[in-house]
């Protein structure tokens, strides 16, 4: 069995009985950063043989850690902090197990943009998750392009060299929205800043960042004039017959009362 088991975010004692007992039993622990993960196993009494599984060795490393479970060894993987897949290596070592027909499973722990969002006071009904933004401008906005109309919570992880370019390239495509920056979460300096995106954020770029957006808001159409509307959707490119429609849908009327809009007298 390969087990992904979820560490602290910062704080130590939030290890779980369920992950010591789990990483206590396993033949082999699969570390992010060994010498880091050292630390949190000796805190805990956990004495087992370590090797590295990062980023740059995860379908090499992978192919090795089957050969150990196809061997009859309990394998666990954890990350330097949180849950293994999520922003962090795994994802290819799940692939591979699926297609091996090896069972996994998961060790519940902290997670950091679940704690943010709770933080943050966001509306947490309906999210989503989208990790750290891509390096290149252009694949960025590409990117952020797919969910500007979302009207969910929107969450994102930011290292601390990149928070105020996140936050501008945020606001370039969603314009200004609220927004609030979580920092070292669960540490003793935590701290969460509320700001909107046309200001940027200003605070202190130190720890790792989850920033979290409030989603698009639904526009109150009822005050606006059928006139207006149309002029509007018109300017913004859509075509004529699927414009007067969607105003005849937004008011309630005939599509021909929205028609007579566009005749010239």
Known sequence: MLYFVGTPIGNLDDM?????ETLKSVDE??????????????RYGIKKPLFSYHKFN??????????????????????DAGMPV?????????????????EYTAVPGATALI???VLSGFPADKF??????????????????????FDGTLVFYSAP?????DVQSLCSVFGNRSACAVREITKIYEEKIKFNLEDGYIGEERGEFVLIVEGKKEEDFDATPPKELLDRFLSEGMDKKEAIKKVAKLKGVNKNEIYKLTVKE
């Not at 570390?31 to 000796?42: K, Q």
């Not at 999520?86 to 090896?102: F, Q, W």
Request: aromatic share 6%; with cysteine.
């Open 86 to 102: 999520i922003s962090d290596p795994g994802n290819i070592l799940t692939e591979m197990l699926e297609r091996e027909g090896l």
């Open 16 to 20: 779980t009985f369920r992950a010591v």
């Open 29 to 42: 622990i699969a570390c992010e950063d060994t010498r880091h993960s050292l630390g949190l196993l000796n």
């Open 161 to 165: 060299h990149d928070i105020v370019k």
């Open 128 to 149: 989503c998750f989208l990790g750290f933004l891509p390096e290149k401008t252009e694949k960025r906005k590409e990117f952020l392009e797919k969910y500007k109309d």
């Open 58 to 79: 995860e379908r090499e490393c992978g192919e090795k850690i089957i050969e150990k479970l196809k061997s009859g060894k309990n394998i666990a993987l954890i990350t």
């Open 115 to 117: 704690t943010a969002l």
